[in-house]
């Protein structure tokens, strides 16, 4: 016998079911054991087995099981503490009970991330957050332009029906549980693999993930992007039509479904609004913009600016970027399709601390989102080849909605420094690139070519200059620069 509406109660699940036993992991959970016989732990070993996926939990970790003690029971009863460890693989386990040479069934439970155990990789220390970003359902999302930005209302509905069911198939159809399902169930004891995973079976890009994007009508045979207001409907489409790609989302719809999931998870997560975003497809950190005698070359640029993107945070530690914990707390996940990350259509996590700091060496995708909040704007003229540099255009008003209130909290502060403050980028090579036209030359005939630029960093720079066409290609040459304030 479990007590399922005490223990769900007792791990914040009790809004998740009612009826089926949700806990989370490093957290104890009681349960009491009706045996055919008198049972003697002196002289009986009772033997508890969690079983997930194809490969035993013990695989990772022990479960602590202890009686309970101190009142009165029949011989042929036992009450346990069953504590999963904390750092268990998340998902639907079945517990099995043998005594003796018996084994039998005990009945099955799910197993949550914990941001209320200090031992979770997740673990979030204030109270007001957690409600805020596990628990809270309803949400805003912030669109709009960098002058006028406007509240949208979000019904994350992480805990409507048979969401624990739909966010676990998300987890089983990703194509790594395909490649090796013991593999992928194992490494679900990480935040970072889990959060990377969603990231991918949120958009429908290479898979049979929940959302097809679309960014331009017609919207043939689905909704518009603007029709959805929550999640739930979306995610049930999906789950219930045999996990066909629902027709359209958007990036607000994109972050705000796999918002839902990651909360749903146990993972600390909150949308996050960019406005004037860059979009760098070249990942050289610059926003290039190529014109030649005819305007705007189509063909040179691909790079943009979104008026605004909307992405996600999840809350974890990030020990493979150090063991000082530099760089723990929130990390960017973007399930939007933009870019291929290592062959499939995903984005992050990426620590915004890294971001901040100028970590572009870091995984996963760090140079990507480096570019949307920092990316200078280039533009290249052919015809006067003239460099003109915008440090300043992109990354502005980086919003989410602020911790118990509808209010809009801009943490633009905490992915970029203010202009003129010191910082550096670490690893970074800006490569400016010019299509222009030049005149037909004679031996000993003179070409002069001048650039303008404006250095926004104090400092030894230095400027190189590399013609790479056949007929100048043996030129080449460097100067440094002292930039002073």
Known sequence: ICLVVDNNKEHHTDEVSQERLVVRRGQNFKMTLTLMQSFNPELQQLVLTAKTGQRSSSAKAMWKVE???????????????????????????????????????????????????????????????????????????????????????????????????ICLKILDRNHKHDEDPADDVASRSDPIYVSRVISAMVNSEDDSGVLEGRWESPYTGGRRPTHWSGSYPILKQWYQSGCKPVKYGQCWVFAGVMCSVMRLLGIPCRVVSNFDSAHD???????????DYYGVNEDYTEDSIWNFHVWTEGWMKRPDLGSDGEYDGWQVVDPTPQELSDGVFCCGPASVKGILNGQTGFKYDAPFIFAEVNADCITGSGEMLKVDSDTKRVGKYISTKAVGSREREDITNTYKHAEGMSHSVHALIITVCLTCRIPDLKPKNRLRVKFYFVPYKKGEKTLTADFDCDTFRDIKASCTVNVFK
């Open 281 to 291: 497809v070249d990942m050289n950190l610059i926003i290039d913009t190529y014109i």
């Open 67 to 165: 009686p309970l003690t101190g009142f009165s029971l029949p011989s042929n009863t036992v009450a346990l503490s069953v504590t999963p460890p904390a750092d268990a693989p998340v998902g639907e386990y079945e517990l099995f009970g043998k005594l003796q040479e018996e084994e039998k069934s005990l009945g099955k439970l799910v197993v949550l991330f914990n941001p209320w155990c200090s031992e979770d990789s997740v673990y979030l220390f204030d109270d007001r957050t957690r409600q805020e970003y596990v628990l809270n359902e309803h949400g805003i999302i912030f669109r709009g332009s960098a002058n006028y930005i406007f509240p949208g209302e979000w019904d994350y509905g992480q805990f409507e029906e048979n969401m624990v069911d």
